[in-house]
């Protein structure tokens, strides 16, 4: 079996504010990204990523941290310009790292040329781009409710009409029954596409087209409990999001995109933010003719337990079948941090390094966020600090680098959002230190990537180990007699703070949290110390 690249791939999410500042004023930028590179892939002691992708990079007044874009072919200049993205792309295509922009195509900011257009007159030609109802102040024209809290709509004094927004009302949100619109987001693709973006991660993909009578959602009854109340909210989205046609919009998008492979190059990538209204839903979108990836938040909202993280892969196993593509990922710019989440009830940093091991030897495409490979924490941001709207500056600080002048970050004398605490949690300390966070995620990286049975073999959970352990077989059989390319490896997870047993076969230890263990012969059964993780070759 050929994966394609984007499956074998391990993704990296930079948040651009906050990676590296080139020019001293406390903001990240694309050269800064640019010049750390080397971090990520093409030198002796790097990571080994292939794929990056960047949150938002456009023009925007900022309400949402660039999620409010004001012009789609631009870039912010805090982050540079047009030739600071081409420089960032071919430095990261020559070691063979590949790009992904972020793309916001439910909602613009109001501040777009668009909107303005759209808001001035109820006869502009631009009017129908957005979702108008034209009513009075006093009646909302549905329950609909907004992300960030309140009603999804703002009544418009000058031409007495209501427009809805999802988001902030800063960002209203487009109206892609619009073929106009539709055709205006293609070009915004085939712009990016056409400077070299290896694809797009897609915010809000699942809410992109809303019901046609805009009919009121239903309140939520069944809740569950994996799922905390700021992702579940109060209504069921019915008919906001996840609307079957939706997969048309998406469909036309995968054309644009697939449009743009050719020999020479190769396949162009959509990643979806798929937020879809039931866990089950997530794999329509994973089509060969749509999204090649979306994300998978079941790791983001579980709380740390083994067996709430083993329901949660063997429910994506089931669902997925053979077309979708798995990803995993344990942390974003929108939550806290792992390693702080796992922090609440007991040893973070011991747990953050099971669950590295745990998204890098399952079956599917791993995505870590800046600074999750050093352990950085959920920072306390003061209040006359804040600056996200919705509280989510914690896990948005700078990268720590080094223990110097704003850890490395920038020079300037204040960085944009407060840093975390670099003086014991930098790269520089960590990169030499072979028990450190940094290098774990690096061995897990190359263990990956020299290992058919962790990228390509198949899942299958272990019976009969303890409760509080999370255990799984990863295998490739090979199709030739001469069965040396066939791998069997056992993934054993402890989540307990004890150490415990595990029913294994005997076999050779090829990675443990523990890194003394690595080359060891484990005889049977496996013993895993407390916290421990082990990836356990057992022949065939
Ligand atoms: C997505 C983004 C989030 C943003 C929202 C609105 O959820 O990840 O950061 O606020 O969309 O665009
Ligand atoms: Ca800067």
């Known amino acids: 079996m050929a994966l394609k690249w984007w499956q074998s791939a ?3 999410q930079i948040y651009p504010r906050s990676w590296a500042d080139s020019n001293g004023d406390g903001i990240g930028d694309l050269d800064g990204i640019t010049a750390h590179l080397d971090y990520l892939n093409g030198g002796p002691d790097s990571l080994g990523i292939d794929a990056i992708w960047l949150n938002p990079i456009n023009p925007s007044p900022l309400k ?11 870039v912010h200049p805090d982050y540079g310009d047009l030739a600071a993205f081409d420089r960032l792309v071919s430095e990261a295509h020559r070691r063979g790292i590949r790009v992904l922009v ?6 613009t900011s109001d501040q777009h040329p668009w909107f303005i257009e759209s808001r001035s007159s109820k006869t502009n030609p631009k009017r129908d781009w957005y979702i108008w109802v034209p009513g009075t102040r006093d009646k909302l024209p549905n329950n609909w409710l907004s992300t960030f809290g309140g009603p999804a709509w703002k009544f ?9 927004h999802i988001f902030l009302a800063e960002q209203p949100d487009l109206n892609y029954r619009n073929p106009e619109v539709v055709e205006a987001m293609h070009d915004v693709l085939r712009f990016w596409l056409g400077r070299g973006a290896d694809g797009f991660r897609i915010d809000v993909v699942a809410g992109l087209i809303k019901d046609a009578q805009l009919r009121d959602n239903p309140i939520r009854t069944a809740s569950d409990p994996d799922i905390p109340w700021y992702a579940q909210g109060s209504q069921d989205p019915l008919y906001s999001t996840d609307r079957p046609e939706v ?3 998406i469909r036309g998008f995968r054309r644009v995109s697939d449009s743009y492979d050719s020999r020479a190059r190769d396949e162009r990538v959509l990643l979806g933010e798929t937020w879809p209204r039931s866990q089950e839903h997530l794999a329509d979108y994973l089509r060969p003719d749509e999204l090649h990836l979306g994300f998978n938040f079941r790791f983001l909202l579980a709380r740390y337990d083994a067996g709430r993280f083993r329901a949660a892969i063997e429910q994506t196993e089931k669902s997925f079948g053979a077309n979708a593509w798995p990803t995993w990922t344990l942390s974003n710019h929108d939550f806290m941090r792992h390693i702080s989440r796992y922090s609440r009830d007991g040893d973070g940093e011991a747990r953050a390094r099971v669950a590295a091991v745990m998204i890098m030897a399952l079956r599917g495409t791993p995505f870590v966020y800046y600074g999750e490979e050093i352990g950085m924490r959920e920072v306390k941001v003061p209040g006359d600090r804040k600056r996200d709207p919705v509280g989510r500056d914690g896990c948005r600080t700078p990268m720590q680098w080094s223990d110097s002048r704003n850890g490395g970050f920038s020079g300037a004398a204040e960085t944009w959002l407060p840093c975390g605490d670099f003086k014991s949690i930098n790269v520089a300390k960590q990169m030499n230190d072979p028990h450190s966070m940094l290098s774990l995620y690096r061995r897990l990286i190359r263990l990956r990537k020299e290992s058919t049975a962790l990228t390509e073999g198949s899942y299958r959970s272990f019976d009969g180990g ?17 069965a040396t390319e066939s791998q069997h490896l056992i993934v054993a997870l402890n989540f307990a703070a ?5 029913d294994t076969p005997a076999g050779k230890i090829l990675l443990s949290t523990t890194i003394e263990r690595a080359g060891e012969s484990a005889g049977a059964p496996l013993k895993l110390g407390a916290n421990e993780a082990v990836i356990l070759d057992v022949g065939r």
């Not at 418009?156 to 809805?164: G, I, K, N, P, S």
């Open 102 to 107: 972020d793309l916001v195509p439910n909602h």
């Open 10 to 12: 391990v993704f990296y």
């Open 466 to 482: 303890p409760g509080d352990c999370l255990v799984f077989h990863r295998e490739t059989e090979s199709q030739h007699l001469h």
């Open 247 to 249: 997969h048309d919009i």
């Open 156 to 164: 418009d004094e000058r031409t007495e009409a209501w427009y809805l």
């Open 64 to 74: 949402d941290w660039g999620y409010d874009v004001s012009d789609y072919c631009g």
């Open 498 to 502: 004890t150490p415990r047993k595990i």
